[in-house]
């Protein structure tokens, strides 16, 4: 079993930054994945950023490339989602996730993912 827990979100102005920090919990095996989704209202949930934490490889989508960085603190039991250049249309709930052994075709696939947090809302007003 995998525990998540995100935090960090809140509201801020367009052009403004926030980091989120998800803290994960349980065998390690379960989470050499982990990933940022992020869900806005009446719409499906999208992958925002992933990363295999044992080969130290991130994945981005394009809408936030260039903005986001994603990458775990030394002890490997948190992973940090930077968030900078915030738009209006970054507005949704964020989650992190968390599994093992997937394909990095499909790293920035919810479907692909067994753990989950509860989720922290980000609010980007213009």
């Known amino acids: 079993q995998v525990q998540l827990v995100e935090s960090g979100g809140g509201s801020v102005q367009a052009g403004g930054s926030l980091r989120l920090s998800c803290t994960a919990t349980?065998?390690?095996?379960?989470?050499?994945?982990i990933g940022w989704f992020r869900q806005a209202p009446g719409k499906e949930r999208e992958g925002v950023a992933a990363?295999?934490?044992?080969?130290?490889?991130?994945y981005y989508a394009d809408s936030v490339k260039g903005r986001f960085t994603i990458s775990p603190n030394n002890a490997k039991d948190a992973v940090y989602l930077q968030m900078s250049l915030l738009k209006p249309e970054d507005t949704a709930m964020y989650y992190c996730?968390?599994?093992?052994?997937?394909?990095?075709?499909?790293?920035?696939?919810?479907?692909?993912?067994?753990?989950w947090g509860q989720g922290t809302q980000v609010t980007v007003s213009s």
């Open positions: 996730a968390a599994d093992d052994g997937i394909d990095p075709n499909y790293g920035l696939d919810p479907v692909e993912y067994l753990y």
């Open positions: 349980g065998h390690k095996n379960n989470r050499g994945w």
């Open positions: 990363i295999d934490i044992r080969r130290d490889r991130a």
